[in-house]
C-alpha cells in the first residue's frame, strides 16, 4: 500500500487563522485552472480559524450515511432492469412476442451498444453538468424505458426499448465513480466502491425472487406477468431517480447536512488524493493523454475480458438453469444463490483491499474461482445438475473485479477531462464485453451452449494476465518517480488543487 493510502488519523484539525488569501500560481493556472474546492478553502480561511477540531471517523459515518444508499440504490436498480430481460425469457417472453433464432441475444446486445454509443457524449456531459444530477435525471428516464418495455409487441419494440435503456443507463458507473472520488481519500473509496456495488448481487437475488412472484400475477391475457414486471420496476426506478436528483449534493461544498468545519476538514482529509473534486473546463489534451495513456489501454482489455462472463451471467444464467430440467420457477428461485455469490466476493474484495491494497490480487482472487466454474459448466454432463450449478454459481465471482477497475480510475487518474474519459472507457469497455457475450450463445448451440461456456474460461485467463501486467505497470511507474506521497499538511496550497493529470504531477502516486 502506498503512503497516500494509509489513514491520516481520527481527528482534523484545521488551523487557518495565520493563512491569509493568495493567487493561484502561474503554472497552476496553465495546468488547466485551479479546482472548485481551493476557491471554498480560500473564501472559508476565516470563517474556519480556531473551529472545533473534526473527528474524522465520525464525518466519514456521516458522509456514509449521507451518500452511500443513495448510490447504492441507483446501482441495484440499474441490474436489476437490465436481468428483468433474463427472467422474462422464462416467463414467456419470447413465445409472446414471436422471438426466433438469435432474436433474443439480439436484443440483449443491443441494450450496450445504445450503452456503449453514448458513452462518447457521456464525457462531455459529466464535464459540464454535475455528476450527482446527472445520474439523478438519468436514472429517471431509464426507469421510464424499463417500463415501456411492457408494451412492446414485437421484436422491433422491445429492441427500441431497451436501446434507450442502455442510452440511459450509460453514465451509471461514470457518475458513481466520479461522486466517490469527490467524498473519500483512495482506500476509502474501495470498500464504498464495494458496498454500492453490492447492488448488482441484491439485483440478481430480487431479480429471482421478482420473477418467481409476478409468474403468478396475469391482469388478463394481454397483460401477462413479465410485462407488469416491466412495468413496475420501472416506475419503482423513476422514483429513485427522482430522489437522487433531489437529494444527493453535486460536490462536498454543496452539502446542507455539512457544517463549514466539516467541508473544510473533509476537503483537507482527501486533499491527498491530487485528482481534485469540481473543474468544469474542458482539456482536449487530457483526452489525447488519456487516449496514449497505457494504463487505460491495459484497463481497457482487461474489463472486456472480465464482461464477457458477465455478459452470459445477466442474460442466461437462468436459461441455462432451466435447460437442466427446471421449471420457469424453479429456474427463477434457484439462480438467486449466484447472487450471493457476488455479494461475498464484492464484500471480499472490498474488505481486503481496504486492510491489505494488492488490488491486483484481489482480482485473481476472484477470477480464478470463475475459470473453474467456468470449467465445471463446460466438461460435465447436464445429468450432473449439482456440479454444472455449481459452475454457474461460481462464474459469478466475476462480477466483484469490476468494482476494483471502477476504483483503479477513481484512485489512479487526475484531471477532471481525463478521469470523465477514463470512467467511460471502463464503462464503454464493459458495454463491449457484454456485447460479446450474449453473441457467444447462438441458436445453433443449443442446448449445451458450450462454445459460449468455454469462452467465459478464456477471457477470465485472459483477463488475469492483463491485470497482473498493470500490476506491473503501476509499480514501474512509482518507482520511476521516487518521490515521496503527499500529505494533508499542503491541503491550503493551490498546488495541491491544480488541476492536472496523472502524467502532468510528478507528485502523484499510482494505487495497485
Given amino acids: 500500500m502506498s503512503s497516500s493510502e494509509k489513514g491520516s488519523g481520527k481527528d482534523a484539525v484545521v488551523d487557518t487563522s495565520s493563512q491569509n488569501s493568495v493567487p493561484p500560481p502561474d503554472h497552476v493556472s496553465e495546468s ?16 474556519v480559524a480556531g473551529a472545533t477540531p473534526i473527528d474524522i471517523n465520525r464525518l466519514r459515518w456521516k458522509i456514509d450515511f449521507h451518500i452511500v444508499p443513495i448510490m447504492f440504490c441507483c446501482y441495484t436498480v440499474q441490474f436489476l432492469d437490465k436481468v428483468i430481460l433474463n427472467y422474462a425469457a422464462v416467463m414467456g417472453l419470447n413465445k409472446d412476442l414471436n422471438l426466433t433464432g438469435n432474436d433474443f441475444s439480439n436484443i440483449a446486445t ?25 445520474l439523478g435525471a438519468n436514472v429517471l428516464l431509464w426507469g421510464v424505458a424499463t417500463a415501456s418495455g ?18 440511459f443507463e450509460a453514465t451509471i458507473g461514470p457518475s458513481l465513480i466520479l461522486i466517490s472520488s469527490q467524498w473519500y481519500t483512495k482506500s476509502e473509496q474501495a470498500p464504498r466502491f464495494s458496498f454500492w456495488y453490492l447492488g448488482l448481487g441484491l439485483g440478481q437475488i430480487l431479480g429471482g425472487a421478482i420473477s418467481y412472484g409476478f409468474q403468478g400475477v396475469d ?31 453535486d460536490t462536498p461544498m454543496q ?12 476537503l483537507k482529509h482527501v486533499s491527498v488524493n491530487q485528482t481534485g473534486i469540481d473543474n468544469k473546463k474542458f482539456r482536449l489534451k487530457e483526452i489525447i493523454e488519456g487516449i496514449m495513456d497505457p494504463q487505460l489501454l491495459l484497463i481497457l482489455l482487461s474489463v472486456i475480458l472480465l464482461s464477457v462472463s458477465s455478459g452470459v451471467v445477466t442474460t442466461y444464467s437462468a436459461t441455462l438453469i432451466r435447460n437442466l430440467g427446471y421449471q420457469p420457477k424453479q429456474a427463477a428461485l434457484m439462480n438467486m444463490p449466484s447472487g450471493a455469490v457476488s455479494i461475498f466476493f464484492t464484500l471480499l474484495v472490498g474488505y481486503g483491499v481496504r486492510k491489505n491494497s494488492h488490488r491486483w490480487a484481489w482480482i485473481l482472487a476472484c477470477i480464478f474461482p470463475a475459470i473453474i466454474g467456468g470449467a465445471l459448466m463446460s466438461f460435465l454432463p447436464s445429468s450432473n445438475k449439482n456440479g454444472v450449478l455449481a459452475g454457474i454459481y461460481l462464474v459469478n465471482a466475476v462480477v466483484a473485479p469490476l468494482a476494483v477497475f471502477y476504483n483503479w ?53 485472459g483477463c488475469a494476465l492483463t491485470t497482473f501486467l498493470l500490476f506491473v505497470y503501476y509499480v514501474w511507474q512509482n518507482k520511476k518517480r521516487n518521490v515521496a506521497a503527499e500529505t494533508e499538511d499542503a491541503f491550503l496550497s493551490p498546488e495541491a488543487w491544480a488541476r492536472m493529470t496523472d502524467k502532468e504531477n510528478k507528485r502523484f502516486r499510482y494505487s495497485y
Fill in 32 to 47: 488547466g485552472g485551479i479546482d472548485a474546492a481551493w476557491k471554498f478553502l480560500d473564501a472559508h480561511r476565516e470563517d
Fill in 110 to 134: 443491443f441494450l450496450f451498444v445504445g450503452l456503449l454509443v453514448f458513452e462518447i457524449p457521456n464525457i462531455f456531459f459529466l464535464q459540464y453538468f454535475p455528476a450527482a444530477k446527472w
Fill in 150 to 167: 411492457a408494451a412492446a409487441k414485437n421484436y422491433q419494440t422491445l429492441l427500441v426499448s431497451r436501446v434507450f435503456l442502455g442510452i
Fill in 219 to 249: 391482469a388478463n391475457a394481454s397483460f401477462v406477468g413479465w410485462r407488469i414486471m416491466f412495468l413496475t420496476l420501472g416506475l419503482i426506478t423513476s422514483l429513485i431517480g427522482a430522489c437522487t436528483f433531489l437529494f444527493l449534493p
Fill in 255 to 266: 452539502a446542507r447536512w455539512l457544517s463549514d468545519a466539516e467541508k473544510v476538514a473533509l
Fill in 409 to 461: 480510475v477513481a484512485a489512479n487518474v487526475g484531471g477532471s477531462t481525463k478521469r470523465a474519459f477514463a470512467a467511460a472507457v471502463v464503462s464503454g469497455s464493459f458495454s463491449i464485453g457484454n456485447i460479446i457475450g450474449p453473441q457467444t450463445f447462438q441458436a445453433r448451440d443449443a442446448p449445451d451452449f458450450r462454445p459460449a461456456k468455454i469462452a467465459v474460461m478464456g477471457t477470465q485467463a
